[in-house]
């Protein structure tokens, strides 16, 4: 095996596990989006009096675990780019 398809072959496998990353990083994101979800809806029966204040936390960190989970995939295009 020569140099060239040594580099090919690695080049291969950074761009199989980059692609691997993206997607664990789209399950790690929707499962927490999913238990955010849940839990601020059994927060919100539980007191429904306190739902905006159950409301407004779990939309910002919604958010956070979506900035996570873009970042994460920006990475992993650069990785397959380059």
Same mark, same amino acid.
């Given at each position: 095996?020569?140099? *060239?398809? =040594?580099? *090919?072959?690695?080049?291969? &496998?950074?761009?199989?596990?980059?692609?691997?990353? $993206?997607? %664990?990083? $789209?399950? /790690?994101? /929707? &499962?927490? %989006? +999913?238990?955010?979800?849940? +839990? #601020?809806?059994?927060? %919100? #029966?539980? *007191?429904?009096? $306190? !739902?905006?204040?159950?409301?407004? /936390? +779990?939309?910002? &960190?919604? !958010?956070?675990?979506?900035? @996570? !989970?873009?970042? !994460? @995939?920006? %990475? =992993?295009?650069?990785? @397959?780019?380059?």
């Amino acid at each position: 095996m020569t140099l *060239q398809e =040594t580099t *090919q072959a690695g080049m291969d &496998l950074a761009k199989f596990g980059a692609g691997i990353g $993206a997607g %664990i990083v $789209a399950v /790690g994101a /929707g &499962l927490g %989006i +999913s238990r955010i979800g849940a +839990s #601020a809806n059994d927060g %919100i #029966a539980r *007191q429904p009096e $306190a !739902a905006d204040n159950i409301r407004g /936390g +779990s939309v910002i &960190l919604a !958010a956070l675990i979506e900035g @996570v !989970a873009l970042f !994460a @995939v920006v %990475i =992993t295009l650069l990785i @397959v780019l380059k």
